[in-house]
């Protein structure tokens, strides 16, 4: 390729060929065609690398790592070798909508900062239902950890971000990049870091660009719950959060973590963290409550149904292939 791309798009994948290549033509795919697609393959695959050769496009780089250092390393990898101005991160088992470049380059360029950080709303999509997230999007004012992690209602999704939703400046991503070894909330770890930098601010586009593939039969990181790793984060990043969104990760997603230990024990501890360090409200000790009461099969299908009447009006779009 000889042109220089505007966007560069940066895929993490390892052992998924049939994934990675569904992930990759959702972004070759794009309405907007200046980018270019980097692939990082996570240790030697000879199978993923071989699905991706069939792909034929020169707008593809196949880079493989010599050994497995998990998707935040190969992220930023993908990112030190980026061509474009602009970098978005689409995970292997995720799709992109046709227009989602586009839409975001859009948004990127009329922004009134020098560093935007653009996100877009997504299709959640289980086996029993789709839904639409965030259901909603920051308010003028709002602290950005607590529009992601304080919860409105009992389930989360009111604000939120996603790692294949995130589009940003190439030095953005190069000068704050993922946390190498975290497992979970990598996106939330990422995004409230780069928005402490100066001329960032977070962007949505209002409508799904995004379909989140949230398939509960296969192996994910996010069904992993290592609730000590991320307690340790949580007390580590404790100045990325306000006091009342402590609270919310401390009763909700540490929570959730933890909660398949039935350790009483440590129900007490996590109150006991959220008072100590946060402002927990009510909706905050309800959630707490209903997680470590309710088996996370019954949470779920209660969420299909009560988000699910929410998100009646909106309209999700089909898939994108």
Known sequence: MSAKPDVSVVIPTCNRPDLAVRAVRSALGQTHQNLEVIVVV????????????????PRLNVIVLPERGKAPNARNTGARNARGRWTAMLDDDDEWLPTKVARQLELAEAAEVESPVVACRMISRTPRADNIMPRRLPEPGEPISEYLVVRRGLFYGDGFVQTSCIMAPTALWLKVPFTVGLRRQQELDWTLRALREPGTQLIYADEPLVLWHQDENRERISLENPWEEQLAWLRSSRDLFTPRAYAAFTLSVLSSMAASTRDGKLFRELLAEAREHGRPGTVDYLTHM???ALPPSVRHRLRDVVIGRGSKNQQPRPDAD
């Open 42 to 57: 996570d240790g030697p695959d000879e199978a993923t690398t071989a699905a991706l050769d069939e792909v034929g496009d």
């Open 290 to 292: 209903q997680i470590w």
